[in-house]
């Protein structure tokens, strides 16, 4: 008597041939060189912008995503094809997914906080402002440096 499967996602015999995982993986390493050489276009394209007089930022802002978009692509079959995950069952799956979807939106949360503070302070704190914020690429004009202070603890 054969014991028929619960559900069609629970198995624990493998049925892959070594030819078939060596081609899955020769396939996906492939697909992230590929992913990556698209991803150092877009970074070195990025740096050129950046450089540049011209105010481009929408066109720098979309291409980051674009590279943001690219990595998780990466970051997937990585997870999936190397690691195996792409092989578990779906509560396994889901137990590593979702602390990963928090950790991220923690990320986003401290990146969120961390500019409004700074907006905060160089609102409120003038000094600060002056001493701290970058200068726009081109920008001739540099900040005088003056003499530091005496302490009158001498």
Known sequence: MEHATLSPEVTFEHHHSDAEFKKRIRKTTILLSVITIIELAFGLTIYTLHKSDVNRDFLILCFKGVV????????????????????????????????????????IAFIYEGNSYKNLRNKYDLHFKETTMPQKHGAAEKLEEKPAEKSGKE
Not at 83 to 93: C, F, Q, S, T, V
């Open 68 to 107: 943001c978009i690219l990595t998780m692509a990466k970051a997937y079959y990585i997870v999936s094809v190397f690691m195996h995950l792409g092989d578990e069952i779906r509560n396994m799956i889901m137990t590593i997914v979702v602390p990963l979807m928090l950790f991220i939106w923690f990320i």
